[in-house]
């Protein structure tokens, strides 16, 4: 048996037609074009691209993309009053910081600034608490565009075992969030867990974003479970290059899981279309007006 490859750039590339067509008919109907500000603050190289990404996608949409790049030396209080500005500006539909920021800086501190209805990444306090008690939220990109790709895969996801490897705020405390809200039973699995491959020999739906390249064998994937691979790894290759690998040996898992998200071309694609896809939200929100489903 070989898994069915998740195509997450193609579904990307329709969440982001989707896009298009809401932030058309905004334009055309109320006069309103949706704007995403992107923050970026030193010059991590890997962000740099990522930014470079986000405002190209944003753009290609018809949003307005406005980009902020500030030397690392920028205080602390300098970036708090550029995002008080950017609440205040009406033009501006959804703020992202991009993560990390120079060791100088309390990240809690400055994306807790932003207005959160404008925090398109859904990092702030108010919004981790409105997801953590199932209320309307702006949801964190990442793992909303793992649960579309798990819905687009399987309708209902009631009632399947579903674990999580990774804990963080960002990936894998939301993740968890999102399937518990579509009733999975729920497992966040951890550097600290006892048994990982028997925890994860139970998944029906495993969810890996530890960071760690090809971490999980196939010999840890119970047969026709749905694996999505949120991991981004660079590793060299022979010719002194490097790829992207991600937290699962894909060439194992694929023999054994009934569906499975390749490292790129899966997870990473829906990111950005579902920060374009928040931004849209934002802007409705906003606006009283309702929004896309
Ligand atoms: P973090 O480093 O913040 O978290 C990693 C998690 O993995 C931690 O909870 C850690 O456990 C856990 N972990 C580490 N080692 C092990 C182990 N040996 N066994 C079990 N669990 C372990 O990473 P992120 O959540 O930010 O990112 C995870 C991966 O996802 C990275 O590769 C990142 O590049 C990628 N990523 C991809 C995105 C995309 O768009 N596709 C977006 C964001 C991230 P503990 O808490 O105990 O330390």
Redesign the pocket.
Known sequence: MTAQIIDGKAFAASVREKVAGHVARLVEEHGLTPGLAVVLVGEDPASQVYVRNKGKQTREVGMLSVEHRLPDTTSEGDLLELIEALNNDPMIHGILVQLPLPEHMNSDLVINAIDPAKDVDGFHISNVGLLGTGQKSMVP??PL?CLMMLREHHGSLSGLNAVV????N???KPMAQLLLGDSCTVTI?????RD?AGVCRGADILVA????PK?IPGGWVKTGATVID????RIPKEDGKSRLVG?VDFDSAVKVAGAITPVPGG??PM?IACLLANTVTACCRANGLPEPE
């Open positions: 990109c990442t565009g490897v990774g804990r963080s960002i990936v894998g699995a951890h550097s600290r867990t990982l974003a530890v960071g760690r971490m949120v991991g981004i790894n937290d997870v990473g990111t």
